[in-house]
């Protein structure tokens, strides 16, 4: 069992920034990849970034890429989230997700992930 917490959520200008945190325990995630996704009121949950187990790969939905940035230390078992040049349509609350293995293309569908931390509001003021 793969457990994770999430931190590093709060409330933000638009503009400003954030860096989320996922910490894992229980197992190392060296061999999962993992995966950020977020939700907010009235709509379903929706992939941001995922990143290989090797942190050599990374995958963006489009309304992110340029300004969120996924990366991995597997010796800390953490991964993050830095969000950049934040938007109030950013706001949601955030999910991190693990599931072992992964190769192409990087899973965006939150079905093929096996573990999920409890979520951080993030909340972007205009």
């Known amino acids: 069992q793969v457990q994770l917490a999430e931190s590093g959520g709060g409330l933000v200008q638009a503009g400003g920034s954030l860096r989320l945190s996922c910490a894992a325990s229980?197992?190392?995630?060296?061999?999962?990849?993992m995966g950020w996704f977020r939700q907010d009121p009235g709509n379903e949950r929706e992939f941001v970034a995922a990143?290989?187990?090797?942190?050599?790969?990374?995958l963006y939905r489009d309304s992110v890429k340029g300004r969120f940035t996924i990366s991995r230390d597997n010796a800390k078992n953490t991964v993050y989230l830095q969000m950049n040049s934040l938007k109030p349509e950013d706001t949601a609350v955030y999910y991190c997700?693990?599931?072992?293995?992964?190769?192409?293309?990087?899973?965006?569908?939150?079905?093929?992930?096996?573990?999920w931390g409890q979520g951080t509001q993030v909340t972007v003021s205009s």
């Open positions: 997700a693990a599931v072992i293995g992964g190769g192409a293309p990087l899973p965006v569908r939150e079905g093929f992930y096996d573990y």
């Open positions: 990143i290989i187990w090797s942190g050599d790969r990374t």
């Open positions: 229980g197992r190392t995630i060296s061999g999962y990849t």
